[in-house]
């Protein structure tokens, strides 16, 4: 019998799962409420390697997502998607100091020899970085990574939502809640209950709420993130900007057609708030136009709040939830969730299908962060 399995979220982890099992020819629901979804909201880096983050499991966990992109876009086109999501162009690091410049390169070329995927490294001067985006004026030094990229979490969310509904999917845009019977976690939507041979739980930040009602503590909690949408009315081709990330939280992030995003704030203290805050926008904003001042000019086209899930120590876990029989769930992806996202997707997709992961999984353990009381 064809094996039915349940997916609650459809952020970049639920989507990739649901993709990637209905590619498996598994009987796949996806349920998505998709309110504050952090993945819709994100401003797109892909570039884990610059990171001075010394945990090394999250650094393996954020590096293999990275190196996943490439095959997942392949599968992507080999389905006939045309307008791919995901680019390599290129990432810059700014930093104040030479010194600083050159720890991170020295950095670079270390973590290279297992990710050849970074690609040319190279620093570079204000000026250099201002041949490639004109009227660039940030005086810090920049340390270029080929392999750095960007990818729209909204866009790629829909395409692998659409492909699964190809593979025979079902997307229910409704917010779910759980209940246990014995060990097995089934699904309510409304009053009607669903029983599924697998449910994976990619709530992100709401994974707590969702939970904690059958009896377990979670380590979640919610973290604000808001950016700015601009339009740049420009002659030049924003397509092949690099993603810059700034010293400090402000990045960079130039999309093709003029567009440019900047972001994200870090809110820890907001829940789960969705209203937009001037104050902190503007500030942001600021920031950037000090770095490329033809920004002033540009018109705003929109803000994005998204709420991401973060854990006490910071790290992602995956894995089955405790104490169920059918149950996996996945949070606390931080801000580095779409480089880490796809990768975790993958992972529980072959988990919930029965399948060896081929990836030690057990330092992302849920265990850690899901506890029964
Ligand atoms: C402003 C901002 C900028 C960011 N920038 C970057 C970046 O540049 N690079 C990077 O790597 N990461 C970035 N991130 C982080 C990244 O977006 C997240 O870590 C990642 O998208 C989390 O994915 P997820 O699938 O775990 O959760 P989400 O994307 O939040 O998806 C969870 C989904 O579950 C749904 N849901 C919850 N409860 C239920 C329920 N009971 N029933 C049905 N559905 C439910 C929600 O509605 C939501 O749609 C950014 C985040 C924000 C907010």
């Not at 504050?36 to 999250?58: E, F, H, M, V, Y």
């Not at 998607?81 to 104040?96: D, M, N, R, T, W």
């Not at 720890?103 to 970074?118: G, H, L, Q």
């Not at 567009?259 to 950037?288: C, S």
């Amino acid at each position: 019998m064809t094996k039915k399995v349940a997916i609650v979220g459809a952020g970049i982890v639920g989507a990739t799962a649901a993709y990637q099992l209905s590619k498996k020819g598994i009987d796949v629901t996806v349920f998505d409420a998709g309110v504050g979804q952090a993945t819709k909201a994100a401003a797109g880096i892909i570039c884990p390697w610059l990171s001075q983050r010394r945990n090394k499991d999250w650094y393996q966990l954020v590096s293999h997502g990275a190196a996943y992109y490439p095959q997942l876009m392949d599968q992507l086109r080999e389905d006939g998607v045309s307008e791919l999501p995901y680019e390599q162009v290129g990432a810059y690091i700014f930093k104040h100091t030479e010194k600083q410049l050159a720890k991170v390169e020295e950095m670079a070329v270390e973590r290279r020899v297992d990710a050849p995927m970074i690609g040319d490294v190279r620093a570079l001067t204000p000026e250099d970085v201002a041949c490639v985006i004109p009227g660039w004026s940030n005086p810090d030094g920049a340390l270029y990574c080929s392999g750095g990229g960007r990818v729209d979490g909204e866009l790629l969310v829909t395409l692998l939502l659409e492909q699964a509904e190809k593979n025979g999917a079902r997307v229910v845009r409704e917010k779910v809640t759980l209940e246990a019977v014995g060990e097995e976690v089934r699904v309510l939507l409304g009053e009607e209950v669903q029983a599924f041979d697998a449910v994976v739980l990619s709530s992100g930040a709401w994974v707590k709420e969702l939970i904690e009602p059958l009896g377990y503590y979670v380590d979640v909690r919610p973290q604000k993130g808001q950016l700015i949408e601009l339009t740049l009315k420009t002659t030049e081709d924003t397509s092949k900007w690099p993603v810059c990330m700034l010293h400090g939280e402000i990045d960079i992030l130039p999309f093709p057609d003029g567009k440019i995003l900047v972001g994200a704030t870090h809110e820890n203290t907001q829940g789960f708030d969705l209203v937009p805050d001037e104050e902190l926008l503007n500030g942001m904003y600021e920031e950037a136009c000090a770095s490329l001042p033809s920004l002033k000019n540009a018109k705003r086209s929109g803000v994005r709040v998204g709420t991401r899930a973060y854990t006490s120590d910071f790290l992602p876990f995956f894995g089955e939830v405790p104490n169920t029989t059918n149950a996996f769930v996945a949070s606390g992806l931080g801000s580095s969730g779409l480089a880490s996202g796809v990768w975790i997707g993958e992972c529980l997709a072959r988990m919930a299908a029965g399948e060896e992961v081929g990836f030690s999984v057990e330092k992302y353990t849920p265990q850690n962060y899901v506890r029964k009381v």
